[in-house]
């Protein structure tokens, strides 16, 4: 990927992995657009880094959805990096009261928001590079998160099937990120993880060598790993 005079729209890029891409690709000398739900984390993030482009928006819903790409259309058209990095994260049981509600804002916000935005925005010419976020629980299940790591591997399948068909007029990047240091699924939950900032600058190390599947610690070791050890990792992360 060319990592400069791109025009990025990077979902979910408020906070945590989503805003640490956001300011490495300001550096780097991009126009980068940022959404997310609450307006209060854009503000902040534009505060720091006036260059951002902000713009509260929820992408659970195909109008929100929609909303966004014809405002990307009128306002930025000539944006050509979609990142798909918003989502989600419920620590729940199959047996709890309110599981299927909870599973299908899940499945809304990490499958179907993706999948939605890639198809609307491949109308647009000026797409060069989509790039979504999985996570290493896309190898192996914590079971605690049962429909979040399901999530997490559709999306690494899917990825690794449109990095095939669309060949060389898109280019598809997916980033693998292990357990960080975010707010994602709760504050606190993921407090004694590597920080993004370390994650980044690995990230952006593969990128200018050209990978399309961006790996980092563990997630770097389960992407090699085999069967039998993958099994021994489900076996420690769900005893
Ligand atoms: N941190 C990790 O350990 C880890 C590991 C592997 C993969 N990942 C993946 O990395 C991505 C970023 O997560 P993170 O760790 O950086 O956590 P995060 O800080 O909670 O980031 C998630 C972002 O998504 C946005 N978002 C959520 N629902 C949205 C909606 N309906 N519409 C628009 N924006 C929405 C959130 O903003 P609002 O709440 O304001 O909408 C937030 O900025 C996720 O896809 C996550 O699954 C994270």
């Known amino acids: 990927m060319q990592l400069n005079n791109n025009k990025i729209l990077i979902t979910g890029g408020g906070t ?9 690709f300001l550096q780097e000398g991009n126009d980068v657009i940022i959404i997310g739900r609450r307006n209060e984390t854009l503000e902040a993030a534009k505060a720091k880094h006036p260059q951002l482009i902000i713009h509260a928006c929820d992408i659970e819903n195909e109008s929100g959805r929609i909303d966004l790409f014809h405002w990307i259309q009128e306002q930025h058209p000539d944006t050509n990096v979609l990142i798909n990095n918003a989502g989600i994260q419920n620590w729940m049981d199959v047996s709890d009261i309110d599981f ?10 990490n499958i179907e928001a993706p999948l939605h935005l890639i198809s609307l925005f491949l109308k647009a ?23 979040y790591s399901a999530t997490k591997s559709f999306i690494r399948s899917f990825t690794t099937s449109i ?41 952006f190390e593969q990128l200018k060598e050209g990978k399309n599947k961006l790996t980092f610690g563990m997630s770097d070791m389960m992407a090699k790993a085999s069967s039998t050890d993958l099994e021994n990792v489900f076996n420690r992360m769900n005893p």
């Open 125 to 147: 010419e000026t797409l060069t590079t989509i790039m979504n976020v999985s996570s290493g629980l896309s190898y192996v299940p914590l079971a605690k998160v049962p429909v």
């Open 163 to 203: 990095q095939k068909t669309l060949g060389n007029t898109i280019e598809v990047i997916e980033i693998i990120p292990p357990a960080l240091n975010t707010d994602l699924g709760g504050v606190g939950l993921h407090d004694s993880y590597p920080p993004v900032s370390e994650f980044i600058t690995s990230i």
């Open 16 to 24: 945590g992995i989503g805003l640490g891409l956001a300011e490495r």
């Open 100 to 109: 299927y509600e909870r599973a299908k804002q899940e499945l809304a916000i």
